[in-house]
């Protein structure tokens, strides 16, 4: 992939940026259009939540005049994948996870590096890249469907509600069955070779999908060394 451009088209990357805050948007989107982005701006959480459908990346700041942006995200999340890297101010752990659990796909602190922040656009795009030249788009595997292109999880019950991250993590494991994957490899595949949270966060994500896969056994925990998902 070169610059702004996605590899799957070649037009640039429509990049939504959410910030009420002229003298950081303005700068911030000169450099972005330098490199190739074909960016646009919203100054409210209700302006981006109506635009949000045309842009192919979203940027958003948390301090927003009328909506919270967590909030925001949330919403957006709710009708489209499209990739979210929030900005925040708030440096503190449990915000952090509560933004990747309500599906922003990296973040970055105020103040952050332009070059920084390009780099981590560009890591979220290369990683969705990746996702979607992965194996079957549609697999059947352990009494349940996972339909890669739509997101969407199914059972004999219906259709498992997944939070984005729990998504990931299943289409992951179930990349190549009754393989060992180690939790650096499952975090830097499904959170972001950056990652520094609380270690429990994988955890806490996989007993949330044994819980909604409804079959315990589906996942087989290695102590201290990752998860192996081997249900046929
Ligand atoms: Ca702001």
Same mark, same amino acid.
């Given at each position: 992939?070169? @610059? ?11 990049? &939504? ?10 700068? %911030? ?30 940027? %958003? ?5 009328? +909506? ?5 995200? /949330? ?14 101010? /708030?440096? @503190?752990?449990?915000?952090?996870? /509560?933004? +990747?659990?309500?599906?922003? @796909? @990296? ?9 920084? %922040?390009?780099?981590? #656009? ?5 990683? %969705? ?11 059947? #595997?352990?009494? #349940? /469907? ?23 993590? &299943?289409?992951? +494991? ?59």
């Amino acid at each position: 992939m070169a @610059d702004g451009y996605g590899s799957a088209i070649t037009q640039p990357v429509q990049l &939504l940026v959410v910030e009420d805050d002229d003298d950081i948007a303005d700068p %911030l989107i000169e450099g972005l259009v330098l490199e190739g982005f074909a960016p646009t701006r919203a100054r409210t959480g209700a302006e981006a939540i109506e635009s949000v459908g045309r842009a192919g990346f979203v940027l %958003l700041d948390l301090g927003l005049p009328d +909506l919270d942006g967590g909030e925001v995200c /949330r919403r957006i999340r709710m009708s489209t994948d499209v990739p979210i890297i929030v900005v925040t101010a /708030r440096d @503190d752990e449990l915000d952090r996870v /509560r933004l +990747l659990e309500i599906g922003a @796909d @990296d973040y970055v602190i105020k103040p952050f590096g332009f070059r920084e %922040l390009v780099a981590r #656009i560009r890591a979220v795009l290369r990683r %969705l890249d990746r996702c979607e030249a992965s194996v079957e788009l549609i697999q059947d #595997i352990g009494g #349940i /469907r996972i339909d890669r292109r739509s997101r969407r999880v199914t059972s004999d019950a219906g259709q498992v509600e997944l939070t984005p991250k729990e998504f990931d993590l &299943l289409a992951f +494991l179930t990349e190549e069955p009754g393989t060992v994957r180690t939790r650096e490899e499952i975090i830097s595949k499904v959170w972001d070779e950056h990652w520094w949270g609380p270690t429990n966060t994988l955890d806490v994500h996989i007993a949330s999908l044994r819980r909604k896969l409804g079959d315990p056994g589906a996942i087989t925990t290695l102590r201290g060394v990752g998860y192996r998902y081997d249900a046929q």
